[in-house]
C-alpha cells in the first residue's frame, strides 16, 4: 500500500493522537511490538490483505449484518487484527466499527 497520496502532517497528527489516547494500553504495546518486528515488505502485505478483507466486506453490503456470509468475514477481519496488530477482542472490535 502505498501511503505517499496522503498528507505526512495528518498521519503523524494521527499518530500521536493514537498515542495520547492508547499509548499505555496493552494492545497499544503489543501493536507496537508487532510493528517493530516487520519490515517494508511485510508491512505492505498486511496493508494490502487488510484492505482487501474491508473491500469483500463492502462486496456484502447487500446482505444483512446477521447473513452468515457477513459474520463470517467479520469473524475473519477480527482474528486478522489480532494476528497481526493486537488482540482484538469483541469490546475492542465494536468499537473499530
Known amino acids: 500500500m502505498n501511503f505517499k497520496v496522503f498528507d505526512r502532517n495528518?498521519?503523524?497528527?494521527?499518530?500521536?493522537?493514537?498515542?495520547?489516547?492508547?499509548?499505555?494500553?496493552?494492545?497499544?504495546?503489543?501493536?507496537?511490538?508487532?510493528?517493530?518486528?516487520?519490515?517494508?515488505?511485510?508491512?505492505?502485505?498486511?496493508?494490502?490483505?487488510?484492505?482487501?478483507?474491508?473491500?469483500?466486506?463492502?462486496?456484502?453490503?447487500?446482505?444483512?449484518s446477521d447473513s452468515d456470509q457477513v459474520q463470517k468475514k467479520i469473524s475473519a477481519l477480527q482474528k486478522f487484527i489480532t494476528d497481526n496488530y493486537y488482540v482484538c477482542t469483541n469490546d475492542v472490535f465494536s468499537v473499530l466499527l
Do not use: C, P
Not at 501493536?31 to 494490502?48: L, P, T
Open 10 to 64: 495528518n498521519m503523524e497528527k494521527y499518530k500521536a493522537e493514537v498515542i495520547e489516547k492508547w499509548g499505555n494500553t496493552k494492545s497499544y504495546q503489543e501493536y507496537r511490538q508487532k510493528d517493530a518486528a516487520r519490515n517494508e515488505d511485510n508491512y505492505s502485505k498486511i496493508a494490502n490483505e487488510l484492505m482487501s478483507m474491508f473491500s469483500e466486506l463492502g462486496g456484502l453490503k447487500h446482505l444483512t
